[in-house]
């Protein structure tokens, strides 16, 4: 399984990016995908979530109410709508798929840089 993250860029604060991440490879069993960024300097950070059957979402709190988390399980696609931008959200951002088997996050994205200037 491979999982394809894309939708990164460069954009001044306020703006507004869309980050995907398609699975593909054998047959994909998962719960949950979740998105995770790490910061210039920092450890890595856990940003949002999304149950693939029900669709509940999570968000950390320094996000919510910005960032918006949403799948199509006909696709095996995740999304990660990202608004009003601020220049501590610049990361790399990286996509990954709790395994329904081991419940683990054994399937990762292979990141996507976001820069948000001031």
């Known amino acids: 399984v491979q999982l394809q993250a894309s939708g990164g860029g460069s954009v001044q604060a306020g703006g507004s990016l869309k980050l995907s991440c398609a699975a593909s490879g054998r047959t994909f069993s998962s719960t949950s995908m979740s998105w995770f960024r790490r910061a210039p300097g920092k450890e890595r950070e856990f940003v949002a979530d999304?149950?693939?059957?029900?669709?509940?979402?999570y968000h950390i709190a320094s996000v919510s109410g910005r960032f918006t988390v949403s799948r199509d399980s006909a696709k095996n696609t995740g999304y990660l709508q990202m608004n009003s931008l601020k220049p501590e959200d610049t990361a790399i951002y990286y996509c990954a798929a709790r395994d329904a088997a081991t419940n683990r996050f054994d399937y990762w994205g292979q990141g996507t840089q976001v820069t948000v200037s001031s």
């Open positions: 999304i149950a693939w059957n029900n669709g509940n979402v």
